[in-house]
């Protein structure tokens, strides 16, 4: 199956500081790359739609300033949590489908604790 | 608004059947979808249902009735690998750069005992 890399596996930060995760799709072109995110024994919440060569579609109640998503390539998109607080700490999830294909592929996750 | 509801626990045993049942409420629909998640881990596709019916994948089946809005998955021949979060999803609408829009239900946790 398709290949979905996420980094880092893990991050601790401190508050007030920024902290980016990376998303790439190793085998296969990703138009499009979603961005979710997972509280313990949760479900998953779409944050937001990464698409490539423009703006980031956000679903309602996130704050696109604090969540910036880039996604330059067909490969690469980017999520950037900025000025981090403890509030912030959770498991972001990337996932990202193939053209013509409504499966996702997830991939590995990033576990953000902002002390 | 959007809403996709499944029991939060399930136990079962080893060799048994288990039925997860999946109601949504959503502003669009293109499909449900089934994801498996071990703790720790990443979820992974298991089935994908357009068209109202059953949908067979090994032990795995997972049915659709559209005039319901109704899905449930079926584990048959329960293993412990099989403890897990099940998650239904429903493909709400395609991004016009491709692909579908995937909103998840809340999760229900299989226990296998053995």
């Known amino acids: 199956g398709a290949v979905v890399s996420q980094h880092p596996s893990r991050v601790i930060c401190k508050s007030g500081t920024s902290v980016k995760i990376e998303c790439r799709s190793l085998?296969?072109?990703?138009?499009?790359m979603f961005w979710y995110r997972q509280f313990p024994k949760k479900s998953l919440m779409l944050m937001a739609t990464?698409?490539?060569?423009?703006?980031?579609t956000y679903e309602q109640g996130v704050e696109k300033d604090k969540f910036l998503i880039n996604h330059a390539s067909l490969t690469l998109s980017t999520l950037t949590v900025t000025s981090a607080h403890p509030e912030d700490s959770s498991f972001y999830i990337c996932?990202?489908?193939?053209w013509g294909s409504g499966e996702l592929f997830f991939g590995e996750g990033s576990r953000l604790t902002v002390l | 608004g959007q809403s996709l509801e499944q029991p939060s626990e399930v136990t079962a045993v080893e060799g048994a059947i288990v039925q997860i049942n999946c109601t949504y409420q959503?502003?669009?629909?293109?499909?449900l979808s089934w994801y498996q998640q071990h703790d720790g881990g990443a979820p992974t596709f298991l089935s994908y249902?357009?068209?109202?019916g059953l949908e067979e994948t090994g032990r795995f089946s997972s049915f659709l009735s559209r005039s319901d809005s109704y899905g449930y998955l079926l584990l048959q021949e329960l293993q412990m690998k099989d403890s897990a979060s099940y998650f239904c999803?429903?493909?709400?609408?395609?991004?016009?750069?491709?692909?579908?829009?995937?909103?998840f239900g809340a999760g229900t946790r299989l226990f296998v005992k053995a």
């Open positions: 999803a429903v493909r709400d609408g395609p991004t016009y750069t491709g692909g579908f829009k995937t909103i």
């Open positions: 249902n357009a068209l109202d």
């Open positions: 959503t502003s669009g629909f293109y499909g």
């Open positions: 996932s990202a489908a193939r």
């Open positions: 990464s698409n490539e060569g423009s703006k980031a």
């Open positions: 085998d296969f072109q990703a138009t499009t």
